[in-house]
Nanobody
Framework: QVHLVESGGGSVQAGGSLRLSCAASGRTFNYAIAWFRQAPGKEREGVAAISWSGGTTHYADSVKGRFTISRDNAKSTVFLQMNSLKVEDTAVYYC????????????????WGQGTQITVFS
């Protein structure tokens, strides 16, 4: 099994930036990683996903051009660089891991981190 721990959450003014980290432990080879978020009263939604090699990425339309997902397999860490943050980005952010191709379907992910709160204020 893969254990995931998110870090980097906090409160930031709209227009600002944050970088989230998802540190993985255990067997991580060939795992795709994705970031999800859940706001109060809403379903968990996919934000960005990346393949094990880093060669394939996917982004939700709402974050394209603002967020960038990357990974450093030597450190078993995936990053989410969040720029031009909007109030609407406020949510608890989770990283998930799955074997195989990256997707943003939360039901296909077997391992999850504990979540980290992102609050964007105007």
């Amino acid at each position: 099994q893969v254990h995931l721990v998110e870090s980097g959450g906090g409160s930031v003014q709209a227009g600002g930036s944050l970088r989230l980290s998802c540190a993985a432990s255990g067997r991580t080879f060939n795992y795709a990683i994705a970031w999800f978020r859940q706001a109060p009263g809403k379903e968990r939604e996919g934000v960005a996903a990346i393949s094990w090699s880093g060669g394939t990425t996917h982004y939700a339309d709402s974050v394209k051009g603002r967020f960038t997902i990357s990974r450093d397999n030597a450190k078993s860490t995936v990053f989410l660089q969040m720029n031009s943050l909007k109030v609407e980005d406020t949510a608890v952010y989770y990283c998930g891991a799955k074997r195989g191709i990256p997707t943003m379907d939360g039901h296909s992910f077997a391992s999850w981190g504990q979540g980290t709160q992102i609050t964007v204020f105007s």
